[in-house]
């Protein structure tokens, strides 16, 4: 285990507690439509006046709107504030605007929506803002289709939840409780599904996991009570196979696949696992994908390297399946998830989960089983927003609109974490804005701080998806753009917010020069910023009082040592603290349990009635006492004798002392 780095700033070192306040949060930027612009037409401007006006722009008519006088402009290769400042000089135009979009209210009035950092993390749970899978923005642009059906195999739902009831398919051509298979698809009343455990049609749920799980998927949304899912419009059908007890057998499983694909579900989420590898599992998940399904997997909670220690199905190598691990409220993997660089395919929130749960109740769960729905529900809604696509091309889209994160790196195939919005957008061809400002600050011996003003995704609107931060200890310039060193940069913020960073791994006393450039969530690039320079400074120079530490300590004891720290150099300090090296010694009486008025059987060494001291000189003792004995004339011998006896001599310290042994004062 490392501890955190410390830094020292020349002199003495000095710590100091600091408080911060925040500001209040501010409100999003009106989402505008990239490539679009409205124009009002002064009454005076003729019909050549405005082609060479939209000429000047690149231009060409979209709508028009003639009772006002304007009309929408599609532009080419020129950014929305761009045409609009070029359109505000025309002498024949009366005002220029951006074409927002417009949509519902993309944050549900749900009564614990707030606690369901997954899909809006605000750090409201002391995380890392940021860390969800933009649902919210996903929802500015979609929220479901209420005719998409979702196969939840697992322990059954509970149907009857207000939260989920709506959501819940029924059979359109089954009559409940007749005892008879009106739809002639093989299972007598499945009206909400199927129960493999017990071989009926009714798959309530009698313990709590699959009905967790659908509420992640499709609980009801903006319906002013509990949790929202990633779907507020979908359908979930309930395929139980695991008991009460939560376990269940692969035929069950097996016959749970094949059920999804007689009353074709488009996906089947499948938070369960274990198990050696099963041929007819996998030749079933096939099918089911030959169907058009697809099957989303739990990649398990055993901590391994599911590359080395397969877990199934999720390990299965099979096309269809996405295999997903879990996140925790700052992106980082969980110790319990498993994961694999080419058996783990991405990660989604999976830590304190928020979810229904039978009873009309709501509780809190952990694992890749919570994470598994995530991704579930963005696999249902990319479906719903693009019906015509194929199961592998959702595949596609949901992983290529990862997150990347570092904790995930060499983690799973994506290296990131689940992306609603990503996986819905609609691509578009204008890049970010430039970034104008970049400087540097507080230059340390390694370390340069940087310094600019966010911009958008689309000109200077909304929020970038990455940053490409590079030094170089020469000029950059976008033909050499990507040929300097590239650091890891922060997460953007939203357009017109300062960014802060800290650039890293830099040499001593070096003058570096620094440029960025802003990417969306399709990869266009925004042009290069200003370059920015500054000097690193020289090497620290250190003092440590004392240069070591080491205490001898017995079980429960502690002690306290002081170590000083100087840096007389030009430079910062960097340093970590070093988890000690401990050894263990064996007590000399080991520990032996005994019950009451058992006997100790451990003999120790003999113990000798004598005694010893080392004699250096006594011949101040030779008189004393009258007859006593003769001084031993050599320095630092020992001598030692039986007690009690006749007086002996011994001098061990200065003064000389002279003791009789009948004192018994060795």
Known sequence: MHSPRRRIVPALALFVLSLFATSALAAPPPRVIPGQVIVKWKKTASRAAKAAARSTVHGSLKREFRFIGAEVQRLQGMTTEQAIAALKKNP????????YEIHIDVIPNDTRFSELYGMRNTGQTGGTAGADIRATQAWDLFTGDPNLKVGVIDTGVDYNHPDLAQNVWTNPGEIPGNNIDDDNNGYIDDVHGYDFVNNDGDPFDD??????????????????????????????????????????????AIASVQYAIAVGVRLTSNSWGGGGFSQALLDAINAAGAAGQLFVAAAGNSGVNTDVSPQYPAAYNSPYIISVAAT????????????????????????????????????????????????????????????LISNLQVKTLILNAADRKASLAGRCVTGGRLNAFMSIAEPDDTPPGAI?????????????????????????????????????TSPITETNFALATLLPGPDPKTAGTMEIFEASGLAFSTSYSFAIKAFDEFSNAGPISNNASGMTLGA?????????????LLTGATETQTLTLRNDGLGTLDFSIPTPNLSFGTPANPYQPLQK??????????????????????????????????????????????????????????????????????
């Open 92 to 99: 024949n135009v009366e005002y220029a605007e951006p074409n």
């Open 207 to 252: 313990n709590g996991h699959g009905t967790h799980c659908s509420g992640t998927i499709a609980g009801v949304g903006n319906n002013n009570l509990g949790v929202a899912g990633v779907n507020w419009n979908a359908k979930i059908v309930g395929i139980k196979f695991l008991s009460s007890g939560g376990s269940g057998s692969t035929e069950g």
């Open 328 to 387: 925790d409220h700052n992106d980082n993997l969980p110790s319990f998830s498993n994961f694999g660089a080419t058996t783990v395919d991405i990660g989604a929130p999976g830590v304190n989960i928020l979810s229904t749960f039978p009873g009309n109740r709501y509780e809190v769960l952990s694992g890749t089983s919570m994470a598994t729905p995530h991704v579930s529900g963005v696999a249902a809604l990319t479906w719903g927003r693009f019906p």
């Open 436 to 472: 104008s400002d970049l400087s540097t600050e507080n230059p340390g011996s390694n370390t340069m701080g940087l310094r600019w003003t966010a911009t958008g995704d689309d000109g200077s609107t909304g929020r970038a998806s990455r940053y490409e931060i590079r030094y170089s």
């Open 540 to 552: 620290p120079d250190i003092t440590a009082t004392p240069t070591s530490f080491s205490a001898e």
């Open 597 to 666: 008025d058992e006997a100790d059987t451990r003999v120790g060494p003999p113990v000798v009635d004598s005694t010893s001291c080392a004699v250096t000189n006594c011949s101040a003792c030779s008189a004393w006492p009258p007859g006593g004995p003769t001084p031993l004339p050599v320095a630092q011998q020992s001598y030692s004798h039986p007690l009690p006896t006749r007086p002996q001599c011994c001098c061990a310290t200065r003064p000389i002392v002279c003791v009789s042994s009948a004192a018994r004062g060795w």
